[in-house]
């Protein structure tokens, strides 16, 4: 069983569409959390970045992190085209930067017009 | 902010030469600077960890001898892949993490692409 678990899609939805992406994950240790977003060919770029439970919100995302419940979320409001990318989660349970993340599979994302 | 540049963007080369891939930070410094490589719809897999002024740190698996890397300052770390192969042809992402305002996670380079004929 992996660390991590991200559904690989793809994830097909209309302009404006509401999109939900999860990641399940098993270690508890785990206490930060991101969302990376990867267009092909490019580097992951960080939207998201949470500690331990609770909700974040900037812009158009929104990402949440249920502890008890091993999931973290990222909402997508209004979602465009330009969203259309392989979105990644990470995750540590070091408190340093330094500390090894551990990647989900990645989603991805397809927004049409 | 947080930007991290990755020279070159591609290269090609014939099996058996060897490849150097620069990875700067260039908008802070980095104590810490990691490589990854990346299969077509893979996720990344971390290769190794390297801090300045240290010997890199590799992950099980990857041959320290064929994966040169060094960390001479803050804010470059070079990766040498020696007597490149056809199957040592990926994506290869370096990502960075920094101190002071950088400090909350890594942040990732635009990735290099190595064919090797």
């Known amino acids: 069983q992996k660390e991590v678990e991200q559904d690989p899609g793809p994830l097909s939805v209309p302009e404006g569409a509401i999109v939900s992406l999860n990641c399940t994950y098993s270690n508890s240790a785990f206490q930060y959390f991101m969302w990376y977003r990867q267009y092909s060919r490019k580097g992951p770029e960080l939207l998201m970045y949470t500690y331990s439970s609770g909700n974040k919100e900037d812009g158009r995302f929104t990402a949440q992190v249920d502890k008890s419940s091993k999931y973290i979320s990222l909402f997508i409001r209004d979602s465009q085209p330009s969203d259309s990318a392989t979105y990644l989660c990470?995750?540590?349970?070091?408190?340093?930067?330094?500390?090894?993340?551990?990647f989900g599979q990645g989603t991805t994302l397809q927004v049409k017009p | 902010g947080a930007v991290v540049s990755q020279h070159p963007s591609w290269v090609i080369c014939k099996s058996g030469t060897s490849v150097k891939i620069e990875c700067r930070s260039l908008?802070?410094?980095?104590?810490?600077m990691f490589w990854y490589r990346q299969f077509p719809k893979q996720s990344l897999m971390l290769m190794a960890t390297s801090n300045e002024g240290s010997k890199a740190t590799y992950e099980q698996g990857v041959e320290k001898d064929k994966f040169l890397i060094n960390h001479a300052s803050l804010t470059l770390s070079t990766l040498t892949v020696t007597s490149a192969h056809p199957e040592d042809s990926s994506f290869y992402i370096c990502?960075?993490?920094?101190?002071?305002?950088?400090?909350?996670?890594?942040?990732f380079g635009p990735g290099t692409r190595l064919t090797v004929l």
């Open positions: 908008d802070f410094q980095a104590t810490t």
């Open positions: 990502s960075a993490a920094g101190t002071s305002e950088r400090s909350d996670t890594q942040y």
């Open positions: 990470a995750m540590r349970s070091s408190s340093s930067n330094t500390g090894k993340l551990i």
